[in-house]
């Protein structure tokens, strides 16, 4: 369960980062993130 417990909230903390650098998609970082985590 408390393995659980971390994955999900590992997953939020993603998406939550994902969402702010969606607004500076254009950004070198994002770029960088994007063939790091191969989306």
Do not use: H, N, P
Request: net charge negative.
């Amino acid at each position: 369960m408390e393995i659980l417990d971390l994955w999900l909230s590992y997953l939020l903390s993603i998406s939550m980062i994902s969402r702010v650098l969606l607004f500076d998609s254009d950004s070198d970082y994002f770029v960088i993130v994007k063939r790091r985590f191969c989306i």
